[in-house]
């Protein structure tokens, strides 16, 4: 196993940290799960950068990459509407745009499509692939995930500071929804072309397969 799939496959233990620390570790696990949460999403861009730069990017490594950044987003989501700091609702939007996108780009991906190359639109490839979206994305789900657990942990100290970090945590949770449902939407509108076009029928069938 290289080192930047081993960075990834950390990020699975790392986050069972972070919530037991949420749940069980009072104030100042809470507040430690705020910084761990920060190493998590460093390690996100971490292990790409390794990988690229020791040219050891792998299928593997992409599809672990993949599952652990979904894996990180859905898992905090839901623990932080679990535990009343968001509304729940965020936590299910999330959920159903994850595995609606993810249904459809592993279609396309088993026909050799990416989920930058199934992008019919110039919109579109804005909107998922291009590096001021993706790093705006980042960014404020990133600060959603971390003043949360810093409101929680300060409110669990007892600190009235808990609620205006609370405010700002809550503003990036929801423009953090309406960034994830605007990016997931291409993916959605763009697979009926892919799906229906002749090229993407030559990818999937045989011509003995379109003749039955």
Same mark, same amino acid.
């Given at each position: 196993?290289?080192?930047?799939?081993?960075?990834?496959?950390?990020?699975?233990?790392?986050?069972?940290?972070? *919530? #037991?620390?949420?749940?069980? !570790?009072?104030?100042?696990?809470?507040?430690?799960?705020? %910084?761990?949460? +920060? &190493? /998590?999403?460093?390690?996100?861009?971490?292990?790409?950068?390794?990988?690229?730069?020791?040219?050891?990017?792998?299928?593997?490594?992409?599809?672990?990459?993949?599952?652990?950044?979904?894996?990180?987003?859905? *898992? #905090?989501?839901?623990?932080? !509407?679990?535990?009343?700091?968001?509304?729940?609702?965020? %936590?299910?939007? +999330? &959920? /159903?745009?994850?595995?609606?996108?993810?249904?459809?780009?592993?279609?396309?991906?088993?026909?050799?499509?990416?989920?930058?190359?199934?992008?019919?639109?110039?919109?579109?490839?804005?909107?998922?692939?291009?590096?001021?979206?993706?790093?705006?994305?980042?960014?404020?789900?990133?600060?959603?995930?971390?003043?949360?657990? +810093?409101? /929680?942990?300060?409110?669990?100290?007892?600190?009235?500071?808990?609620?205006?970090?609370?405010?700002?945590?809550?503003?990036?949770?929801?423009?953090?929804?309406?960034?994830?449902?605007?990016?997931?939407?291409?993916?959605?509108?763009?697979?009926?072309?892919?799906?229906?076009?002749?090229?993407?029928?030559?990818?999937?069938?045989?011509?003995?397969?379109?003749?039955?």
């Amino acid at each position: 196993m290289n080192l930047a799939n081993l960075i990834t496959l950390l990020r699975f233990p790392l986050l069972m940290v972070v *919530v #037991l620390l949420l749940y069980f !570790g009072g104030w100042m696990g809470q507040l430690a799960a705020a %910084s761990l949460t +920060v &190493v /998590l999403i460093v390690m996100d861009s971490l292990d790409g950068n390794i990988a690229r730069r020791r040219q050891e990017v792998t299928l593997i490594g992409s599809a672990l990459d993949i599952a652990a950044d979904r894996t990180v987003e859905i *898992v #905090l989501w839901i623990a932080y !509407g679990h535990l009343g700091l968001i509304s729940i609702v965020i %936590s299910m939007i +999330v &959920v /159903l745009r994850g595995m609606l996108t993810d249904s459809i780009r592993n279609v396309a991906l088993s026909r050799g499509y990416s989920a930058h190359r199934m992008m019919r639109s110039p919109w579109s490839k804005w909107l998922v692939a291009s590096p001021s979206m993706r790093t705006g994305y980042a960014v404020v789900k990133a600060t959603a995930f971390t003043l949360l657990a +810093v409101a /929680l942990g300060l409110r669990s100290w007892g600190l009235a500071a808990w609620r205006g970090v609370w405010i700002v945590a809550s503003i990036s949770s929801w423009l953090s929804l309406a960034l994830c449902i605007v990016r997931g939407m291409p993916v959605l509108v763009d697979a009926e072309k892919l799906f229906g076009s002749h090229e993407f029928q030559d990818a999937t069938f045989s011509p003995s397969e379109r003749g039955t």
